[in-house]
């Protein structure tokens, strides 16, 4: 139901605004959307750099967002790689005829990891 909802407010700001001004609404909105739900799940499930990997496994893929799996994870440094695949954003992107790479699934999944590792991205 989610992706819905967030598909129609992409395709929304995109019919209204050129696309830098596009880039820039999709990425802070998907950013600070992620700081929210960061933040809560940090919380409520005592979320942290040991187990943030099955989380985000468990969370995300069930509910429509796609693949994400991390390819490289450094603790010491609190950095990674991640990849996705086959989220909502890359299949609407798709269906439209558009083929670059997306900009708010990112920027939500950064901001996921700036609240639960309490650290910026």
């Known amino acids: 139901m989610f992706a819905i909802t967030a598909m129609t407010f992409c395709d929304t700001i995109k019919d209204i605004s050129?696309?830098?001004a596009?880039?820039?609404v999709l990425e802070a909105t998907g950013f600070r959307q992620g700081?929210?739900?960061g933040e809560g799940f940090r919380d409520t499930k005592q979320?942290?750099?040991t187990n943030v990997v099955e989380w985000l496994s468990n969370t995300y893929a069930p509910a429509g967002w796609g693949k994400a799996k991390i390819k490289e994870f450094d603790k010491d440094?609190?950095?990674f790689v991640l990849q996705l695949k086959d989220d909502w954003e890359y299949k609407s992107n798709r269906s439209a005829g558009e083929y670059g790479t997306g900009v708010f699934v990112?920027?939500?999944?950064?901001?996921?990891f700036?609240?639960?590792?309490?650290?910026?991205?």
Request: charged share 25%; aromatic share 6%; hydrophobic share 35%.
């Open 18 to 20: 050129l696309t830098e």
């Open 114 to 121: 700036t609240a639960l590792l309490k650290k910026q991205y």
């Open 47 to 49: 979320i942290d750099t």
């Open 35 to 37: 700081v929210i739900v």
């Open 106 to 112: 990112p920027c939500h999944y950064t901001g996921v």
């Open 77 to 79: 440094k609190e950095s």
């Open 22 to 24: 596009k880039n820039l």
